[in-house]
């Protein structure tokens, strides 16, 4: 589910999200949200039931908590939905009170992702973040006390001038939160952003490339002394805490998707609906087609997103079994030459009768996952 709106665009940022809209023009989205949902219930009758939701930004927290609910509530009154379902939305903790998180939890909702992105004033001002660092440990605790079940923060490395005791100290204060499972992620750079053109302009000073991996071995060992597991190449979760909606993502799974620029992949086909929130919501008032892309992915090009996707999991990796009843091909002989020659440069490894990166790999993960392409 995806809600595009954020009260400040951040200069990172690539995601199909918009600041400046007014009251009437998000109230008239969350409509054609609905109405989306509704009118795709009866193509979906066949269809097993859904175990996990997302709601996606933009900053879902950035609209009322009450049209989150009602979003919600459609979903579960159009489609099957598994009684214990991994219900989740993203949060900006500059755009969540305890009064709004009671609702949402109270509403259905039972796992919180807040991008906190840092804990340090000078980074989050250079990100064009709209909270404080007090503000996101207030806005975690509020979490806890209005009962959910799971939270999860976002923390990026590689920042522009970030030092690694900067670093460090984003660690250490997210590791006193005890939360149930931290995302930590590398800066890249997207065409579009506010970032790209200060680099172009040669105004970003980045991190060289070994601080940067200082930094991610310094948060893996942080996490695991911590008692996560590392269960993906950016994410980090206690036992039993491991994002089911992600893991079904990296298992190249299908899902739907609702709302503007969402992507739907369903029998093979990866489906992206129009991207401006006003001409989404025009086009469901007046019944016409809201996709503006349409991808076939025929067996090959399946085959190696599956590779790709599954080698993103660190410990599960990729399951050969499973590949070869999806394909009537083990992927060992498939990619034959690809997996020998990574594994005789110690970047792949095989565990029973799972492909998946070494400890080595997961820093190189995107040269081997290229090879898949």
């Not at 009866?42 to 009322?64: E, H, M, V």
């Not at 579960?76 to 939890?105: C, H, K, M, W």
């Not at 690694?164 to 100290?169: A, G, M, V």
């Not at 998707?257 to 992949?265: D, I, K, L, P, R």
Request: with cysteine.
């Amino acid at each position: 589910m995806h809600i595009p709106f954020c009260v400040r665009k951040c200069a990172y940022c690539d995601f199909n999200s918009y600041s400046g809209y007014t009251d009437g023009l998000i109230q008239r989205y969350v409509s054609a949200l609905e109405r989306e949902v509704r009118d795709f219930g009866p193509l979906a009758s066949n269809i097993p039931s859904i175990d996990t939701i997302f709601f996606g930004g933009g900053t879902p927290t950035a609209i009322p908590s009450e049209d989150l609910v009602r979003l919600l509530h459609v979903v579960q009154e159009t489609y099957e939905v598994d009684s214990d379902a991994e219900i989740t939305t993203e949060a900006n903790p500059g755009t969540a009170d305890i009064a709004g998180l009671s609702v949402l939890r109270a509403g259905g909702f039972n796992r919180i992702s807040f991008g906190v992105q840092s804990f340090d004033a000078g980074l989050l001002k250079t990100l064009d973040r709209i909270h404080s660092a007090e503000e996101a440990v207030t806005a975690v605790r509020s979490a806890r006390s209005a009962g959910f079940e799971s939270l999860s923060i976002d923390l990026m490395f590689g920042l522009p001038r970030q030092t690694i005791t900067q670093w460090r100290d984003t660690l250490d204060k997210a590791l006193t939160l005890e939360t149930d499972h931290i995302s930590l992620y590398s800066l890249i750079v997207e065409e579009g952003t506010g970032f790209y053109t200060l680099r172009r302009k040669g105004r970003l000073p980045l991190p060289d490339d070994d601080t940067s991996a200082e930094m991610y071995q310094m948060a893996i060992d942080a996490a695991i002394s911590a008692g996560y597991e590392q269960y993906e190449v950016s994410n980090f979760a206690k036992p039993g805490k491991a994002c089911r909606h992600n893991i079904h993502y990296w298992n190249n799974d299908s899902y739907y998707g609702f709302g503007c620029g969402a992507v739907s992949y369903l029998r093979g086909e990866r489906a992206t609906r129009i991207k401006s929130p006003t001409k989404y919501a025009e086009a469901v008032e007046l019944g016409e087609n809201l996709l503006f892309d349409v991808e076939e992915a025929d067996n090959t090009l399946a085959m190696g997103d599956t590779m790709i996707l599954g080698l993103r999991m660190t410990q599960l990796g990729v399951d050969c079994t499973r590949f070869s009843e999806r394909y009537g091909i083990d992927p060992r002989d498939r990619f034959a030459s690809i997996i020998e020659r990574h594994t005789h440069t110690g970047l792949l490894e095989q565990v029973g009768d799972r492909l998946r990166l070494t400890p080595h790999g997961v820093f190189l993960a995107n040269d081997v996952m290229l090879d898949f392409v």
